[in-house]
């Protein structure tokens, strides 16, 4: 597609998400000759290769004459079986949440990409696991340093190793069954 294309405002927070969370894309994606479409080619907004969605802006989304054309653009979309997540302006501002929802959506949508499903739900985990492990290093500094302050009694040493290490299994017991248990 046109390489000097800088993309909208709302399309700038999508890719700073995007590139936040580390998820790789390809912004500006041709998608030629698609069945029963008026045009030669559709642009995808981005595409993202790891889960083989592709993910649309729907800026003008309140402007009546731009609606129509998405639309259009969504029918054509689900008449070839493309899987994409549709972002709305008024979703910018939970659009972590929302993200991971339509992903999900998609994944039920497509068994297909049930192996893409799998490595989004471990993107997931991975992110739960560092918060879990922080938290864990915290509070085993914490501890270590209550324990000091009363002078090394066994009873906090034992404390400061045990009780973060517990709090941090169950807490990835507890992402697993999020991740795997989930219909």
């Known amino acids: 597609m046109d390489k000097n294309y800088q993309g909208t405002e709302g399309e700038k927070v999508i890719e700073y998400y995007l590139e936040d969370q580390n998820i790789k894309f390809i912004p500006q994606v041709q998608l030629p000759n698609l069945k029963g479409d008026t045009k030669n080619y559709r642009v995808a ?6 889960y083989r969605v592709y993910l649309e802006f729907l800026g003008r989304w309140n402007v009546a004459d731009d609606k129509s054309g998405y639309i259009e653009k969504m029918k054509i979309y689900a008449d070839n079986k493309i899987p994409c997540i549709y972002i709305y302006p008024e979703n910018l501002g939970a659009l972590g949440l929302l993200f991971n929802m339509r992903m999900e959506e998609q994944f039920k949508t497509f068994p ?14 991975k992110k739960t696991i560092l918060r879990g492990l922080l ?5 085993t500094l914490l501890l270590v340093f ?3 302050i009363y002078n090394g009694k066994l009873a906090v040493g034992l404390v400061s190793l045990w009780l973060p290490l517990l709090f941090f ?9 999020l991740i795997f248990l989930r219909k």
Do not use: C, G, I
């Not at 907004?45 to 790891?50: C, K, M, W």
């Not at 297909?112 to 985990?125: A, G, H, N, S, T």
């Not at 299994?169 to 069954?177: D, E, G, Q, S, W």
């Open 112 to 125: 297909d990409l049930r192996v893409e499903r799998l490595k989004f739900r471990f993107w997931k985990l």
């Open 45 to 50: 907004d981005f595409y993202l290769p790891q």
């Open 135 to 139: 938290l864990w290093m915290s509070m």
């Open 169 to 177: 299994v169950a807490l990835m017991a507890y992402a697993l069954k």
């Open 146 to 148: 209550a324990e000091n």
